[in-house]
């Protein structure tokens, strides 16, 4: 499974751009903060050409305060995230981010996102520990000013030390409560 390549980390250079961004924006005045929102993932994940690993499933808990720019909503955000898949290696993955969330429009929201972290990875017989970050496209309904609603679709990397690194995408539902 893991002895395919082993990738290169210029990769995780432009990772790190959406965690140095959410960092300048936790910074942005308090007048533009909209509020707090926490915020919950439910997906189906699928390993991308792992052997051993198939699909799975999974969650993110999401953390961040939303701020409200007109026809923009910037969500700086932490948060955490653990999946498992099936198959021979009977896999999981866990990790911890820093990252942010664009949304455009007010009722029906599309998102980009991107963050950028620590992981592991669970096998059978070990496992691995190293950088990782994820990328996706989002689609809220924002049904009131405190709910949010909707569908998503991300791929994530762990970049690990050993013979290769760890891939796989994910897709589901998710909602996000402010207070």
């Given at each position: ?14 990772s ?14 308090n007048?533009?903060?909209a509020?707090?929102?926490v ?7 699928h ?8 699909s ?18 910037l969500?700086?955000e ?16 866990y990790s911890?981010m ?14 980009v996102f ?15 520990t ?7 496209l ?8 405190f709910l949010d ?7 994530d ?5 050993g ?17």
């Amino acid at each position: 499974m893991l002895e395919r390549m082993r990738r290169s980390s210029s990769s995780l250079g432009v990772s790190l751009v959406p965690a140095i961004f959410s960092i300048g924006v936790l910074m942005w005045p308090n007048e533009a903060r909209a509020g707090s929102k926490v915020a919950l993932d439910l997906d189906f994940a699928h390993g991308i050409d792992e052997d051993g690993i198939t699909s799975g499933t999974g969650g993110v808990l999401r953390f961040g305060q939303e701020l409200d720019l007109a026809a923009v909503a910037l969500t700086p955000e932490l948060g955490i995230s653990y999946h498992t898949f099936a198959g021979s290696l009977d896999a999981s993955h866990y990790s911890a981010m820093v990252g942010a969330r664009f949304g455009f429009g007010a009722g029906l929201r599309p998102n980009v996102f991107g963050h950028v972290g620590i992981g592991r990875l669970d096998l059978d017989q070990g496992g691995d520990t190293g950088a990782t970050f994820d990328v996706g496209l989002a689609l809220d309904l924002v049904l009131l000013p405190f709910l949010d609603i909707g569908i998503h679709g991300a791929y994530d990397v762990l970049l690990t030390e050993g013979e290769g690194n760890f891939d796989w995408f994910r897709v589901g539902i998710h909602a996000a409560i402010g207070f």
